[in-house]
């Protein structure tokens, strides 16, 4: 039972190229969510998908796009990468949507933008 | 609607306790509490619920007051194990969705 696993780890990109961050988990759960943490910012979600099927945006979802490829596999997509877009990115998964639910982290991809 | 944290970082001797709190202008149907060591992803705490419960974990507790919109989490006794940055999170009364606070970094020394 791996949890919530992201690749890549690390990623360098130059302003410009697009990459695609990849989440899966494996617990079954039914909603994923896309985070970014800056230093001082805390965890603001870039995107969410409640269940199967749908996605929505969250506070940050400006340069980004995602797809639920299936129950499992929750993905990031830069189009453009922007420097503004330095940041760590963590996926997440919950049973449910959040309320009253935990959500469980991955470890995060750690992501430069030149 | 962004919860605020207070202090934004505390450094301890080991074996003090500490409160971090987390506070709301909005009426709050939960708190949710992660703790983040460097480097690695937020872990999961404990979740408060409306109803002004108060949770355990270890030595680590916290409360929920409806009527202040606030939570507090305390650390009794804390080890150097506690060390890392302390997140609550926040779902507002008739929302879904869950918003971080910008953290408290915690540093305990031997």
């Known amino acids: 039972n791996a949890g919530v696993t992201q690749t890549p780890k690390f990623q360098v990109l130059k302003t410009g190229q697009s990459m695609t961050l990849q989440c899966a988990q494996d617990m079954n759960h039914n909603s994923m969510y896309w985070y970014r943490q800056d230093p001082g910012m805390g965890l603001r979600l870039i995107y969410y998908?409640?269940?199967?099927?749908?996605?929505d945006k969250g506070e940050v979802p400006n340069g980004y796009n995602v797809s639920r490829l299936n129950k499992r596999e929750f993905s990031l997509r830069l189009e453009s990468a922007a420097p503004s877009q330095t940041s760590v990115y963590f996926c997440?998964?919950?049973?449910?949507?959040?309320?009253?639910?935990?959500?469980?982290f991955g470890p995060g991809t750690r992501l430069t933008v030149t | 609607q962004q919860p605020v944290q207070s202090p934004q970082a505390v450094i301890l001797r080991e074996g003090e306790d500490a409160v971090i709190n987390c506070s709301s202008s909005?009426?709050?149907?939960?708190v949710h509490w992660y703790r983040q060591k460097h480097g690695e992803a937020p872990v999961f705490l404990m979740i408060?619920?409306?109803?002004?419960e108060q949770k355990g974990h270890e030595k680590i507790s916290a409360s929920f007051n409806e009527k202040k919109q606030q939570s507090s989490l305390y650390l009794t006794a804390s080890q150097l194990s506690y060390s890392g940055t302390y997140f609550c999170?926040?779902?507002?009364?008739?929302?879904?969705?869950?918003?971080f606070g910008q953290g408290t970094r915690l540093t305990i020394n031997p």
């Open positions: 997440a998964s919950s049973p449910l949507r959040d309320r009253s639910y935990e959500q469980y």
């Open positions: 998908s409640a269940s199967e099927g749908t996605t």
């Open positions: 909005k009426a709050l149907y939960s």
């Open positions: 408060l619920l409306k109803g002004g």
């Open positions: 999170g926040t779902v507002l009364q008739g929302a879904q969705k869950l918003v």
